[in-house]
């Protein structure tokens, strides 16, 4: 949430803000600021709306300079409108400064200051800190005016402060918020909340880590704590291309990423199965083999749609691996008291990796000292970083807000981890072999599905676009892409939409139905096809339209539905794969008869961090 950027270099800072900004525009898109250093003295602009109204705003500002900060927002604190904006300035205006986070003690430091004579202009949280940057700044370098200052914040940041007193110098710092330091080459820099902003002029980044402030300017960096001592640190090479993170003549990111689905889940698969031993093996496991076989009880903690995908994560590895798995929310599991103990482990699902609520569970189970295993996507971001072990998801960088490949991805993953702690605990060859195998297949079964029946879940689109609300219904290993549907419903078509397990409707929901609602009932030849048949005849006598997701060679369901979608046949535990596949690209298509905004859906943002 909220994206920050800073160049300094020899090129114009302008054009590459502007662009690393455009890259990060699914952290926030409420309004959007930059400032750039023009001989000494600091020009700045900052508009409320998306960046394109900034970036008209300033094409005729022939600004030379080359350094410079950007911000796109995703409010919380005051409206999004142009005062509210970043950067903020202090009261010389010689200070700029942008901010992804909270600033939880802001009241208090904003009465202190305004007592002292500082006057506020906005309503943010993020002012104070440049005020209270100017009141140390007497005597002392900015870099050593911020460090005082972080010194008295509660909160979480990640942050980026200019000012005319060190002309072409950045300030940044992160607590709870990602940083990185891009490395261009000798007197050429960047820093970043994201490295999507960061990849189109090197691949060579340093990850800041909590509680550190780089110093960058064309002479070079520094890093250090809050506290003044030196930390040295090693650049890592960020492995992702750059053609990934454009949109490559699809209509919108989230289209070419349900598209991506084959390619991410053979990717996150390579290497990682054998499949005439029945057997994953990934580094995440082998190094922790024994650790692995003293687990008792598995907690898996995620938010949104990666909680969704956890959820089928919960049922394979019961099945499968016989072991005692629940899935927690992380806004809730990091306030109550969960009871852990050695034989957890605890699984942190993200594909940011930087989500707040996931990132303080994981330290809430660290804190209890028990095992920490991380699926994520984001390669060197604070979960991936954290966590004890973990496995890669390997999709690339996912740029639509709503999430569609990783999530595919992660139930890839958790049908790995499935493998390999099933083996350990008594899966039969033959099993481990059936099921290497159908995971071997799936993205095939995936791509074929894709090429057969994209025009069909098109046009059912524009029928379903017409309704008002939704009920989706699935149950065991489809329960959770019935929540995936109604989750991408509401998220881009804005579809008043419900997920629930088939046979929970009538204790309740059912009530709902009438003619504005439509059904779709997730319906694979499974161990639960009868039971889910029943449940649509429930429906069905209540004169509910149902379109139903089926079996390939199931035309028998044709006649208890008005229309169906046919998947191909797979494995079981594997069959979410597809059926949230086709729930994502009814979710988009609907969206794009609706005219929504899918990309960048209203009032929401990529990568959560905050709480
Ligand atoms: C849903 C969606 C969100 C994310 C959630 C978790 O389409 O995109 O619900 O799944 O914000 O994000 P990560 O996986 O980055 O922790």
Not at 61 to 66: K, L, N
Not at 221 to 231: A, G, L, Q, R
Not at 457 to 481: C, E, H, Q, V
Not at 551 to 580: F, R
């Amino acid at each position: 949430m909220c994206g920050i950027i800073g160049y300094v270099g020899t090129s114009p800072a302008k054009p590459i803000i502007l662009e690393g900004l455009k890259r990060m525009e699914y952290r926030g898109y409420d309004s959007a600021g930059i400032a750039v250093f023009e001989n000494g003295k600091i020009s700045s602009e900052k508009k409320a709306g998306k960046l394109q109204v900034l970036t008209d705003e300033v094409s005729e500002d022939h600004w030379s300079g080359t350094a410079g900060i950007g911000h796109i927002r995703w409010a919380t604190h005051g409206i999004p409108n142009d005062v509210n904006a970043h950067p903020h300035t202090d009261c010389t205006g010689k200070i700029y400064l942008i901010h992804n986070g909270i600033i939880e003690n802001f009241h208090e430091l904003r009465e202190r200051l305004t007592a002292e004579g500082h006057e506020f202009t906005t309503q943010t949280d993020t002012e104070v800190l440049t005020h209270l940057i100017e009141s140390h700044l007497p005597g002392n370098s900015l870099s050593e005016a911020v460090k005082a200052s972080l010194k008295e914040v509660i909160g979480t940041y990640g942050l980026a402060v200019v000012s005319e007193m060190d002309p072409d110098t950045i300030v940044a710092a992160r607590l709870g918020s990602p940083l990185i330091l891009g490395i261009i080459g000798d007197g050429e820099y960047m820093i970043a909340s994201d490295a999507t902003a960061i990849l189109p002029h090197t691949r060579e980044v340093i990850y800041l880590d909590e509680g550190e402030v780089v110093t960058v300017n064309r002479k070079g960096f520094t890093i250090t704590t809050v506290d003044n001592t030196t930390v040295e640190k090693n650049s890592s090479k960020i492995e992702w291309d750059i053609q990934q993170a454009e949109k490559q003549g699809y209509d919108h990111f989230m289209l070419k990423e349900i598209m991506e689905i084959p390619r991410v889940i053979e990717d996150g698969l390579r290497g990682r199965l054998i499949i005439e031993d029945g057997i994953a093996h990934f580094g995440g496991f082998l190094e922790y083999e024994d650790k692995w076989r003293s687990i008792e009880r598995i907690v898996i903690v995620a938010c949104g749609g990666a909680a969704i995908a956890s959820r089928v994560g919960e049922y394979m590895l019961e099945e499968y691996a016989s072991i005692p798995v629940k899935v927690e929310i992380g806004s809730e599991f990091r306030y109550r008291k969960p009871v852990l103990d050695e034989h957890t482990a605890v699984v942190i699902v993200s594909q940011s990796g930087e989500t707040a609520d996931t990132i303080a569970s994981l330290r809430e189970a660290k804190r209890q000292g028990v095992f920490t295993f991380g699926i994520v996507n984001v390669v060197g971001s604070t979960i991936a970083r954290e966590v004890d072990a973990g496995m890669y998801i390997h999709a690339g960088p996912e740029v639509a807000v709503a999430s569609t490949k990783v999530m595919s991805g992660m139930v890839a993953m958790f049908s790995l981890l499935t493998l390999a702690i099933g083996r350990q605990r008594g899966m039969s060859l033959v099993t481990g072999k059936r099921i290497a195998k159908e995971l071997q297949n799936v993205s095939l079964l995936a791509e074929k599905m894709l090429k057969k029946n994209t025009e069909t879940i098109k046009s059912l689109a524009k029928k379903y676009a017409t309704y008002d609300n939704a009920f989706f219904l699935g149950r065991k290993y489809n329960m959770p892409s019935a929540f995936e549907g109604a989750l991408k419903f509401k998220e881009i078509a804005y579809v008043h939409a419900e997920g629930y397990p088939s046979g929970e409707l009538k204790h309740g929901p059912l009530a709902l139905l009438d003619d504005r609602f439509f059904v779709c009932a997730i319906t694979p030849k499974d161990s639960v096809y009868e039971k889910n048949l029943s449940n649509i005849q429930e429906v069905r006598a209540r004169k509910g339209v149902v379109l139903a997701l089926a079996t390939e060679g199931d035309t028998g369901i044709e006649q208890y539905v008005d229309d169906v979608i046919y998947m191909p046949k797979t494995l079981e535990m594997l069959t979410p794969i597809l059926s949230m596949i086709v729930v994502q690209l009814l979710a988009y298509y609907t969206a794009v008869e609706r005219k929504c905004d899918i990309d960048q859906p209203r009032n929401l943002a990529k990568s959560v961090t905050v709480e």
